[in-house]
């Protein structure tokens, strides 16, 4: 979509403007986006090859609306980690854009709840220490060169849960990275009417498209932060020189510039990995850019072609995507999927949907994983899925209110 000048201001307002249950949000280190209602919904597709015929469907759609008169011709949504279930893409009824998010200070996370939450741990720590042996094991008798598991957490209140302070929460500490927040098709048996919104802060840019330039972002390979500045900086050094961790980013690189390469005239892969972090975490980092060969090639489509990457599930992807089915004992939904946007032209922007959690109005699901390779140890990947977990849970204000079920 072209842009035009936006102030700081008018982002802020975006992010204040966020309605659950009406609205989708999105911002990205550049820009920041707030949709509101829904005037088509994408039909649903299911089987095996759902995710490459979504794109050539999402275009229909948008051709339907303009013939009906709908001027906003963008899709705004979430596609799920399975890529043959259901994808969820609206058009909305409305579409604001502003500048990138912009705070004056990193004032502490509110709470989204006065009450307690009762936390549930799914699967119990000592079943993924098992799971992480048991693909370990995997990896010695077969191909499978790296798998990601996941936990997650299950936190439920008394009270109903704020998503509005929740989501500012997250964007405050995630101005370099991607902040979302996707009203999910109904679910019955939840609370709050069966509504749901999956909201989070992804530090991880799956694809984007701008005219003719792509730019994927990969994360493999991750340290946690320290509030001691010199034992923070030791962190990241030994994360870049860990042989295990350079290994597990060089799957996905490769993997990543494999499934960009046969739609683009050029492609820039770097040679190694660079440094980031957010507040909370260090990762292993490359910039993947390229010009397209097609115009016609969108951004959903690329973001089809890579999905899922060995960032979120493993390589080889088949039997990743098989481990993970028989490992972990729960419905990844849109967790380690994607969520954004794409317009009528082809541009978009499609973020890698982790650091997130799915929500209704009483309870949250947290995620969060780690990438086993050979070198991993199941304390080790146990120690990564509970940094993050913390994280997520200062970030959203929800530390000092959390008990472990017994």
């Known amino acids: 979509m072209s842009e035009r000048p936006m102030t700081q201001t008018l982002a802020t307002q975006l992010l204040d403007s966020?309605?659950?249950?009406?609205?989708?949000?999105?911002?990205?280190?550049?820009?920041?986006?707030?949709?509101?209602?829904?005037?088509?919904?994408?039909?649903?597709?299911?089987?095996?090859?759902?995710?490459?015929?979504?794109?050539?469907?999402?275009?229909?759609?948008?051709?339907?609306?303009?013939?009906?008169?709908?001027?906003?011709?963008?899709?705004?949504?979430?596609?799920?980690?399975?890529?043959?279930?259901?994808?969820?893409?609206?058009?909305?009824?409305?579409?604001?854009?502003?500048?990138?998010?912009?705070?004056?200070?990193?004032?502490?996370?509110?709470?989204?709840?006065?009450?307690?939450?009762?936390?549930?741990?799914?699967?119990?720590?000592?079943?993924?220490?098992?799971?992480?042996?048991?693909?370990?094991?995997?990896?010695?008798?077969?191909?499978?060169?790296?798998?990601?598991?996941?936990?997650?957490?299950?936190?439920?209140?008394?009270?109903?849960?704020?998503?509005?302070?929740?989501?500012?929460?997250?964007a405050q500490r995630n101005t370099a990275g991607y902040t979302f927040a996707v009203d999910l098709p109904a679910q019955p048996g939840t609370s709050g009417g069966g509504r749901r919104t999956l909201i989070g802060a992804s530090p991880e840019l799956l694809v984007s498209r701008s005219g003719l330039q792509v730019l994927a972002n990969p994360l493999a390979g991750s340290a946690a932060r320290s509030a001691d500045p010199v034992e923070d900086q030791r962190r990241a050094s030994a994360l870049m020189a860990s042989p295990k961790d350079l290994h597990e980013h060089a799957v996905v690189i490769d993997a990543v510039a494999e499934a960009l390469r046969p739609y683009c005239k050029t492609l820039d892969v770097p040679a190694g990995p660079s440094l980031i972090h957010t507040p909370t975490m260090w990762h292993l980092s490359s910039r993947i850019s390229g010009e397209l060969k097609d115009p016609s090639i969108s951004s959903l489509t690329l973001a089809a072609a890579m999905h899922p990457t060995p960032a979120v599930c493993g390589f080889p992807t088949r039997l990743a995507h098989e481990a993970i089915g028989s490992i972990e004992p729960f419905d990844r939904g849109f967790y380690t999927g994607t969520v954004g946007w794409c317009d009528a032209t082809g541009d978009g922007q499609w973020a890698v949907t982790i650091r997130c959690a799915e929500a209704d109005e009483r309870t949250l699901r947290l995620f969060a994983g780690a990438g086993i390779v050979v070198g991993s140890t199941p304390e080790s990947e146990l120690a990564e899925t509970e940094a993050k977990f913390r994280t997520m849970l200062q970030a959203m204000g929800l530390g000092q209110g959390a008990e472990v079920q017994p």
């Not at 001027?71 to 399975?82: K, L, M, N």
């Not at 854009?97 to 989204?112: C, E, N, Q, V």
């Not at 048991?134 to 790296?146: D, I, Y």
């Open 18 to 170: 966020y309605e659950a249950g009406s609205s989708f949000f999105f911002a990205s280190p550049k820009r920041t986006l707030l949709t509101r209602g829904t005037f088509a919904t994408v039909p649903p597709l299911e089987g095996p090859d759902a995710l490459q015929r979504l794109p050539e469907h999402v275009t229909t759609v948008l051709n339907e609306a303009r013939n009906a008169g709908h001027d906003i011709p963008v899709v705004v949504g979430a596609v799920p980690f399975d890529g043959s279930l259901s994808s969820h893409l609206v058009v909305p009824m409305t579409f604001q854009r502003g500048g990138p998010l912009s705070f004056d200070t990193a004032s502490p996370a509110r709470p989204s709840s006065t009450a307690r939450y009762t936390v549930r741990p799914v699967p119990e720590p000592a079943a993924y220490l098992h799971g992480v042996a048991q693909a370990l094991e995997l990896m010695r008798s077969s191909p499978l060169r790296k798998v990601v598991l996941s936990r997650s957490l299950h936190l439920d209140t008394p009270t109903p849960i704020d998503l509005t302070q929740l989501l500012r929460n997250l």
